[in-house]
């Protein structure tokens, strides 16, 4: 049976970037974008691209995460017109570099290419956006007014915040029959969390992906783990598999660390059974059959 539209599932764009990699992210544009002017902005036309001619000549004023986007404030140009926010979707291949910029170790310095979509000229420098694939998203939007980008206006709580309440969460997950990985993935109960993590997190907790009741000490259990594989996954600066980068050019180092996410075949690091691979709304999950019973 289909949710009813409030609870649709919001339309997700891949396995990477999730909260991790656009937060990698996020610290290391903010330090170089806060307080920067925008003199100019050239980008193609393509649908998923809305009111970038109004970013040229306003100031950046703060760039933070909201789950898997990217919001930068910028000031109300020209002088008395209301802020505005550049909202940005990294999509499956979306990345930002500085032209110009020293590379990682063994590297080049990032030159344009065919691949970037739009560029950014501030006051001391050029920032491009490169996207292979075109699921990116930058929308400018009155500052704080989401309703015309759905999967932003309904986000859950932010997993590594005060918001994020285990004894909510475990009403939330109690109330559901539906598959807990798919609550997990559909963004309305917790920000942030995709295919990559949610694997790990129900791993780390012993829940299988298909369990349909969680009762409340498992929800403690997934309520902690979730908090745990994204904050290690923040301090190795994401995960990457091919296309994901940081804005220094450099790959995140989490990959290494997975232990169900992709590990199909393998053995369990806990007891030693060969994990296994399903499909479960339309997404691949792994999880060990022995470990995470139903």
């Given amino acids: 049976m289909p949710f009813p539209a409030r609870c649709q599932p919001l339309r997700d764009y891949g396995d990477v970037p999730e909260l991790p990699e656009v937060e990698s992210v996020r610290r290391q544009l903010a330090p170089r974008l806060v307080g920067r002017s925008v003199l100019d902005v050239t980008y193609e036309s393509q649908d998923r691209f809305e009111g970038l001619e109004r970013v040229g000549g306003t100031r950046v004023l703060d760039v933070r995460r909201r789950g898997k986007y990217l919001l930068a404030h910028l000031s109300g140009a020209p002088t008395g017109t209301v802020d505005r926010e550049l909202v940005m979707h990294l999509g499956m291949t979306g990345s930002f570099r500085f032209r110009g910029e020293p590379a990682p170790v063994g590297g080049t310095a990032w030159t344009p290419d065919a691949y970037v979509r739009a560029t950014f000229t501030l006051d001391d420098g050029v920032l491009d956006f490169r996207d292979v694939r075109r699921f990116g998203r930058l929308t400018v939007v009155p500052a704080g007014h989401y309703d015309g980008i759905a999967t932003l206006a309904a986000l859950g709580p932010e997993p590594l915040s005060d918001d994020f309440d285990a004894e909510v969460f475990a009403r939330a997950l109690a109330r559901s029959r539906a598959p807990v990985k798919t609550l997990l993935l559909n963004q309305r109960l917790v920000a942030g969390v995709g295919n990559i993590y949610a694997d790990e997190a129900l ?20 309520w902690r783990a979730l908090r745990e594989v994204l904050t290690e996954a923040i301090e190795r600066e994401g995960t990457t598999f091919r296309d994901y980068r940081m804005v220094n050019g450099e790959s995140g180092r989490n990959a290494d660390f997975l232990v169900a996410y992709g590990q199909e075949g393998k053995p369990c690091p806990r007891c030693g059974d060969p994990l296994r691979k399903i499909t479960l709304g339309g997404r691949g999950t792994t999880y060990c059959p022995r470990c995470q019973r139903r």
């Fill in 203 to 222: 791993w780390r907790a012993r829940i299988n992906p298909r369990a349909r009741r969680v009762g409340p000490a498992r929800a403690q259990r997934l």
